[in-house]
């Protein structure tokens, strides 16, 4: 392997071009063009992609990655090249190894030489049998692995990304690699960081699970969004990071839309992770808890105090498969009482499609949701819309069968001359079920994960530094002991007035962060926003165990709601089947907070 012959001592300004596959194609030509970026990075995978991917290469040998990468580089190879702009991007999915031959082949074309190199062995598919002799369990319910998989992907880190820097790559195009590991990789390539500079690797993990969403740092999703400008033209994110691994700044291109301040960016730290103390990544074990923001000018907030400790021995590897067969769909109801008429119209339609059903001696539903939009039934017990006079009932149902929802796909129309007046939008035509496909999770020991560089179809050698880690640190729960006056007169309020909020997913288990809006009202949230209050307020989604994390750093609590997401990705029948809403449904909760604490906050 090529060595780093010098190490770099200005800063590094890594901007990130999209949160997600299918975000926008301008965040790349903004960073490019605007961003005075040193890399570009991409993230498109999430867990449901790389079972959509592995279907499409099921159907084409050369498919199974994003093809929008290779068109999105190829329109600025031209300026990549002359500023010298690196490129690092998980866009490979399950076929990697096809994405740098399409872009190589792409830039060939255009009569431009960049390297192109690619990383793979997170691809575990062919060593599934061998999984399931030993007995893997899933790693959240227990359950045995399927008899058949759609994906085997590992989480690889950082490590073989940098191996491909230090080999000559300016782009770097990888499979299943955790979110982060696209920014930490040209962290460690450029500054020279060991391997066992743990906080360095955390700060450089933050980096990246800060820029890792796209515009969600950078205003996107703002709980106060009225204060947000420029939704048509949205800034994306630029990591400056520094040499000495201490802290980085969080920025955008100058004259672009969005908001850069602590709390947008607290908002993204807390975004879909679990204990702050222990975010388990392949290269470091991340400890956010005591994470300090800081407004460092307009539009820039420097981030510091990430603390790291030795990696985990385990890789976690995401495996996905089919369950059956499912079918979304809604309409719209309008007049007098049209929450009632949607609930029952709902009901006839799957009565009705039931006794169909049983006509033809066909088993029943194995899952039915119906979910009145409009009525708050999101809600459960705290809608309070129930009277409007104009709402969207979605229905939903899986079935062992596609012939089974397609039957119920046709019946839905019918509602419309048989059932309540005002019934309507069907414009869009009708729905077609699609394959329910489920998440299976579980750990193994990374020395047998293997990967691999190849730049520009020479094989580059690997060796991968780990070091094991000794004992596991514990987790520091919430710092219950401030003291809070409660002899102070109050005032109720919603939790919205006194914090900021975001949620997330990962599989089946939901997370909400709750961000205070002074220091001073820390502790008094603090002792309100129990386990048992937000078990008791989000009973109507959360049916698993409710825990409760600390990040004093930034005055947050982060809560995971376990067994709330219905299943989660497209294995729930719900209309959130990712908890983003959740966040929002919890900042309604009214709490009792002291008057003082309230007359100055904006």
């Known amino acids: 392997m090529t060595q780093q012959t010098s190490i770099r001592t200005k800063p ?12 926008s194609e301008e965040g790349a030509t903004q960073l490019v063009m605007r961003g005075d970026i040193d890399y570009l990075v991409f993230d498109f995978l999430a867990e449901i992609t790389m079972s959509l991917l592995a279907r499409a290469r099921a159907k084409k040998a050369d498919a199974g990655y994003a093809p929008d990468f290779v068109r ?19 866009a490979g999915g399950v076929n990697p190894r096809a994405c740098g031959e399409a872009l190589a082949q792409q830039l060939q074309s255009l009569g431009i030489a960049l390297n192109v190199a690619v990383v793979e062995g997170d691809d575990l598919s062919s060593r599934a049998e061998e999984f399931r002799t030993a007995g893997v369990r899933e790693m959240f319910s227990g359950t045995a692995m399927p008899t058949q998989l759609l994906s085997v992907n590992a989480y690889l880190g950082a490590q073989p990304i940098a191996a491909a820097l230090a080999g000559g790559a300016d782009i770097v195009i990888t499979g299943r690699v955790v979110d982060s590991a696209v920014t930490l990789a040209p962290l460690v390539h450029e500054f020279g960081w060991s391997w066992t500079d743990w906080d360095k690797l955390a700060t450089g993990s933050l980096a990246g699970h800060v820029i890792e969403c796209g515009t969600q740092s950078t ?10 400008p420029g939704w048509d033209n949205m800034g994306f994110p630029i990591a400056e990071c520094e040499a000495s691994g201490q802290s980085f700044v969080l920025t955008k291109p100058a004259g672009t839309g969005g908001l850069v301040e602590p709390a947008t960016v607290a908002e993204q730290i807390i975004y879909e992770i679990g204990d702050p103390t222990a975010y388990l990544l392949p290269d470091v074990i991340c400890d956010f808890s005591n994470v300090k923001l800081v407004q460092d000018g307009p539009d820039r907030v420097r981030v510091s105090s990430a603390r790291g400790r030795p990696a985990p021995a385990t890789y976690k590897v995401s495996a996905t498969y089919s369950d059956g067969w499912r079918l979304l769909t809604t309409l719209m109801i309008g007049g007098f009482d049209a929450a009632r008429k949607a609930q029952r119209v709902g009901e006839a339609i799957l009565q009705r499609t039931r006794r169909m059903f049983n006509d033809r001696s066909w088993p029943d539903y194995s899952e039915t949701s119906l979910e009145v939009l409009g009525a708050e039934s999101t809600y459960g017990p705290h809608a309070r819309t129930r009277d409007s006079r104009e709402v969207v009932l979605k229905i939903s149902a899986k079935h062992t069968s596609r012939e089974a929802l397609e039957l119920l ?9 048989a ?17 329910v496909v489920r998440l299976f999770s579980f750990l193994t020991n990374r020395r047998l994960i293997k990967s691999s560089v190849k730049l ?8 991968e530094i780990f070091t094991p880690q000794t004992a596991a640190a514990a987790s520091i729960q919430c710092c219950d002991g401030q003291v809070v006056d409660d002899q102070a007169p109050t005032i109720t309020v919603p939790l919205l007035r006194v914090a900021h909020g975001r949620s997330g997913d990962k599989g089946d288990m939901a997370n909400i962060g709750i961000i205070a809006r002074s220091d001073a009202l820390y502790p008094v949230l603090l002792k309100i926003l129990t386990e048992d209050s937000v078990r008791h307020y989000m009973a109507h989604v959360a049916h698993g165990k409710v825990t409760r994390y600390s990040l004093p750093g930034f005055n947050a609590i982060n809560f995971t709601l376990e067994n709330a997401l219905a299943g989660g990705g497209v294995a729930s029948l719900r209309y959130d089947p990712q908890g983003k809403a959740l966040a929002q449904m919890l900042l309604d909760i009214e709490v009792n907070i002291p008057a003082t604490l309230i007359e100055n906050l904006p």
């Open 12 to 23: 590094l300004r890594i901007g990130c071009a999209t949160g997600f596959w299918g975000d």
């Open 72 to 90: 999105i580089v190829a329109s600025l190879a031209s300026e990549i090249k002359s500023r010298g702009i690196k490129i690092v991007s998980n």
């Open 219 to 228: 205003g996107g999703l703002f709980t106060d969004w009225e204060r947000v």
């Open 409 to 417: 796909a046709r019946e839905i129309a019918p509602s419309a001359t």
């Open 419 to 435: 059932m309540a007046q005002g019934i309507t939008g069907f414009a869009g035509g009708r729905a077609s079920p699609s394959p």
């Open 456 to 463: 520009n179809d020479a094989s580059l050698a690997i060796v």
